[in-house]
């Protein structure tokens, strides 16, 4: 894909853990304007510290920090009080209107006991604001078994048109939960390989749909991407659900 030839460093060396089908999907056009923001933000490090400072008011009572200091990774595997801080950070960050940080590797990790230090690279994103909170309805949908929330939620992301057949929003919905697991009723494994098998499956289904997707869900995949990959690393069973609940509660009451 030629355009692909064109992406910042950061962005064509995250892509490649990215199953390749989705970029079929992706509105091109919008992700080209998106290259010099990238590029500024990556290198000249634009609106760096303002979004970790932002970032760092949002995670407060959280043990989590922000640093624009380099830290030294600690150890990951059999880490599960670390792997629930980077389950944490996400769900958080999703909460966020100021913006997101997207590289979520375990190099990126510090255990600091009473806190989880995290050095982001200037890779960062706003989501436009509709998708943002699609996407949160998504998973408020999931969690709290409300199909409505869940399927409108879809939609709003740019999933799945208004106007498709019941059976056809139902397979989308059904692929998209894919990548839950058994979260709803038990502490979930993250498996990457499995993800992507549940990416690709969802990528063909829109494709086939005709379906382009946002600049915006490409990000999304890329954050996810490097979430399973770290999250995995760990070994560990985490309570997905309790986790997303406990940060929703936070955001709920303000």
Same mark, same amino acid.
Not at 118 to 131: I, L
Not at 203 to 227: A, E, P, R
């Given at each position: 894909?030629?355009?692909?030839?064109?992406?910042?460093?950061?962005? +064509? #060396?995250?892509?490649?853990?990215?199953?390749?089908?989705?970029f079929q999907t992706v509105e091109?056009? =919008?992700?080209?304007?998106?290259?010099?923001?990238?590029?500024?933000?990556?290198?000249? +490090? #634009?609106?760096y510290n303002t979004l970790i400072t932002l970032q760092n008011d949002?995670?407060?009572?959280? =043990?989590?920090?922000?640093?624009e200091e380099a830290v030294a990774p600690s150890a990951i595997e059999s880490n599960k009080w670390l792997g629930e801080k980077i389950l944490t950070l996400y769900f958080t960050q999703l909460f966020s209107t100021h913006g997101i940080f997207l590289d979520?590797?375990?190099?990126?990790?510090?255990?600091?006991k009473p806190l989880m230090k995290f050095h982001p690279s200037g890779f960062w994103t706003k989501f436009d604001e509709n998708f943002r909170q699609g996407l949160l309805k998504v998973y408020e949908g999931f969690y709290l078994e409300n199909e409505e929330t869940y399927f409108q939620g879809l939609e709003e992301i740019g999933l799945l048109k208004h106007e498709?057949?019941?059976?056809?929003?139902?397979?989308?919905?059904?692929?998209?939960?894919?990548?839950?697991?058994?979260?709803?009723?038990?502490?979930?494994?993250?498996?990457?390989?499995?993800?992507?098998?549940?990416?690709?499956?969802?990528?063909?289904f829109m494709l086939n749909k005709k379906v382009k997707i946002s600049k915006?869900?490409?990000?999304?995949?890329?954050?996810?991407?490097?979430?399973y990959a770290s999250l995995e690393e760990t070994k560990e069973k985490l309570s997905v659900k309790d986790i997303y609940l406990k940060v929703r509660e936070k955001f709920n009451k303000v």
């Amino acid at each position: 894909m030629i355009l692909m030839r064109i992406l910042p460093g950061v962005l +064509k #060396e995250l892509s490649k853990h990215v199953p390749s089908v989705l970029f079929q999907t992706v509105e091109w056009n =919008d992700l080209v304007h998106e290259l010099p923001k990238i590029s500024r933000r990556v290198i000249k +490090k #634009e609106d760096y510290n303002t979004l970790i400072t932002l970032q760092n008011d949002l995670l407060s009572g959280s =043990d989590i920090m922000l640093t624009e200091e380099a830290v030294a990774p600690s150890a990951i595997e059999s880490n599960k009080w670390l792997g629930e801080k980077i389950l944490t950070l996400y769900f958080t960050q999703l909460f966020s209107t100021h913006g997101i940080f997207l590289d979520l590797r375990a190099n990126h990790f510090s255990d600091e006991k009473p806190l989880m230090k995290f050095h982001p690279s200037g890779f960062w994103t706003k989501f436009d604001e509709n998708f943002r909170q699609g996407l949160l309805k998504v998973y408020e949908g999931f969690y709290l078994e409300n199909e409505e929330t869940y399927f409108q939620g879809l939609e709003e992301i740019g999933l799945l048109k208004h106007e498709w057949p019941h059976s056809d929003k139902e397979e989308l919905g059904n692929l998209f939960r894919a990548q839950f697991g058994n979260a709803l009723s038990e502490e979930m494994s993250f498996d990457l390989e499995h993800f992507k098998e549940a990416i690709i499956k969802m990528s063909n289904f829109m494709l086939n749909k005709k379906v382009k997707i946002s600049k915006d869900f490409l990000y999304l995949g890329i954050y996810l991407v490097t979430l399973y990959a770290s999250l995995e690393e760990t070994k560990e069973k985490l309570s997905v659900k309790d986790i997303y609940l406990k940060v929703r509660e936070k955001f709920n009451k303000v």
